[in-house]
């Protein structure tokens, strides 16, 4: 079973551009605070995540694991 790498108040950067279904785009390299991780329901190893990025709506963005890299560990 996959295990999220990140957790709830971590801050990631985003690799890529990043675009989701509701057409929320994050440019890469934008640092957002992890909100949410869950496993994907169309693939049981997949782990996704909602993460809260700096944009002028404080926009949440439903982002795969493999498109992030952590930045700051919550709490440190």
């Known amino acids: 079973m996959a295990t999220p790498e990140f957790k709830k108040g971590d801050r990631v950067k985003i690799i890529i551009d990043w675009s989701d279904v509701n057409q929320m785009f994050v440019a890469a390299d934008t640092i957002g605070t992890v909100q949410i991780s869950s ?38």
């Open 39 to 76: 496993k994907s329901e169309a693939d049981s190893l997949a782990i996704r995540y909602t993460v809260k990025f700096p944009t002028p709506s404080g926009v949440l963005i439903f982002v795969p694991e493999e498109h992030l890299e952590l930045h700051k560990r919550a709490g440190q």
